[in-house]
């Protein structure tokens, strides 16, 4: 008799229709058909690649890169890090990675890498003048109104996409033939959830054959895909909290029935902080305690899509957690955000000592947009955690927040705990400026050239700002979260997360 079907509960209607949902994407195969949105044909190694995704750092950070040994053949998921000596002069911020093999490990690179490298050391400031400029683009782009986007998509439909922005939901695990034919449904904005919905139920439609036939795992897979069609309906679903929050309630739902069934099973765990239990999903590398990496979601991600994002720090023997922390995900309306909840991270430290496969002693933090700030805030509020990671975060958001577009500033507002109208009274408490310089915690820092929704120089002066051991990635071409070069800087924050961490 087979298995019974994990989503056949969760399904609202059967359509009578054979699925039209492709067989689902393996890591690579993911991986394939988003860098192809890109134009690019091979991944991490192509010219064109290398052009695209070059860092651009502060000096010291760009002479450990000439310097650094590189190991043969090696791909960026396994690039080897070399630590200079942190008090030496000039060293304190260095940290180099050389994505480009040698002929001869050991020795300095004599490549075009190389001499790129040595043509941006001579570019003093140029990372400012490019803040400048696209500070215009940011400007300009969150002047758009709601009624002018609608009108486009009138014209167009969403299928205009850029393959930029059809980066994110290709990692996700959404195929490239029903992500076309999701997004083509879109004309107007109110069409955004229910286009969603739709790619859910036929998700779920291929679960529940994949179920009725054995293959729990398969199904489990294809429900997870579900349960993230679910959560991109719910980032767009504008005017309506309740419908927002039931579609979101129907991809955790999803999630965690499919979450202990998947290829790399997840768990669901609790963490408790003041009476309230935060919720949140636990990866394990191996059955031996690990390090632990705490994912904090932004604005418009959520722990059920940052967990997908786990497999480079299991591949360096690092543990993830993805945890909802005050205003986001499940307890965004009972627990809203509010300045003084630092102590969240003392509830982060005391709960890892009881959870399995965990290393207590060695915590590490990855914020995202608004919560790569938080992630700054409780690293310097609970010394205890060993490193952090800033990506593409805030720094201060007084001068902009007024300027920001009617999207941004309604998820941002959400996240917080405050209506878009009280958004700028809450904007100094938000500000990191009186406490970078006395961060004492190792700080990486994210940042995205084309970032439309946080100013691409506000990476940039938390990086300096910032008083500890500090790393710069800055993306050129990147956009906010750096969704367009997800796997690259996934991959070298896991590198520099196990460094610091000791693996």
């Known amino acids: 008799m087979p298995q019974r079907p994990i989503a056949a509960r969760q399904m609202q209607f059967r359509p009578s229709r054979a699925s039209p949902v492709p067989f689902p994407l393996s890591n690579a195969e993911r991986l394939g058909h988003a860098e192809r949105s890109r134009g690019l044909q091979a991944p991490l190694r192509s010219p064109a690649n290398r052009r695209i ?126 992500l076309t034919t999701t997004l083509r449904r879109v004309r107007r904005l109110h069409d955004w959830p229910r286009a969603w919905v739709r790619a859910a139920h036929d998700y779920l439609l291929a679960a529940h054959e994949r179920a009725v036939a054995g293959e729990v795992r ?20 504008l005017g309506d909290h309740r419908y927002r929050q039931q579609l979101y309630t129907s991809a955790v739902r999803l999630f965690r029935a499919a979450a202990p069934h998947l290829e790399r ?15 949140g999903y636990l990866c394990l590398p191996s059955d031996r305690p690990a390090p632990v990496v705490v994912f904090l979601n932004g604005a418009s991600t959520v722990k059920e899509e940052m967990i997908g994002w786990a497999q480079p720090f299991l591949e360096r023997g690092l543990a993830v957690l993805a945890l909802d922390t005050p205003g986001s995900g499940e307890i965004a309306d009972s627990v809203p955000a509010a300045p003084g909840q630092e102590d969240v991270g003392w509830a982060i430290v005391e709960a890892a000592r009881t959870l399995p496969g965990v290393d207590p002693r060695r915590i590490a933090l990855l914020g995202v947009s608004l919560r ?16 952090a990671v800033a990506v593409t975060a805030p720094f201060d958001p007084q001068p902009y927040v007024g300027a920001l577009g009617e999207l941004v500033r309604h998820d941002v507002a959400l996240a917080a705990g405050v209506t878009p109208e009280h958004l700028p009274r809450l904007a100094p408490t938000l500000s990191l400026e009186p406490i970078a310089p ?54 070298l924050a896991a590198a520099w997360l196990a460094v610091m961490l000791g693996v």
């Open 218 to 237: 398969l199904a489990a897979e294809y429900q997870r895909v579900a349960a993230l069609c679910y959560h991109f309906a719910h980032v767009l679903a």
């Open 53 to 178: 995704d070059r860092a651009v750092h502060d000096r010291p950070f760009q002479r450990c890169l000439a310097d650094m040994p590189a190991q043969v053949g090696k791909p960026l998921s396994e690039i080897s890090f070399h630590t200079p000596d942190l008090d030496a002069p000039d060293r304190r911020d260095c940290l180099a990675a050389s994505p480009h093999p040698l002929k001869h490990a050991g020795k300095r690179p004599r490549t075009p890498h190389a001499r790129v490298s040595r043509r941006i050391l001579a570019r003093e400031g140029s990372v400012f003048r490019l803040a400048r400029t696209v500070g215009i683009k940011f400007l300009v782009a969150n002047r758009v109104p709601l009624a002018v986007l609608d009108l486009v998509l009138r014209l167009v439909s969403a299928a205009a996409l850029s393959s930029a922005g059809r980066y994110r939901f290709l990692l996700a695990g959404i195929h490239p033939r029903s």
């Open 438 to 491: 006395s961060l004492r915690t190792p700080l990486l820092v994210v940042g995205a050239g084309n970032d439309l929704v946080v100013p691409p120089s506000e990476s940039l002066r938390l990086y300096r700002a910032a008083g500890s051991i500090k790393h710069l990635l800055f993306f050129e071409r990147a956009n906010h979260v750096a969704f367009t070069h997800l796997e690259q800087w996934t991959a």
């Open 372 to 387: 790569g700030a938080y992630a700054v805030q409780l690293a310097h509020a609970v010394p205890e955690f060993a490193a």
């Open 265 to 279: 099973p997840i768990l669901p765990i609790e963490i408790p902080w003041h009476g309230i239990a935060l919720p």
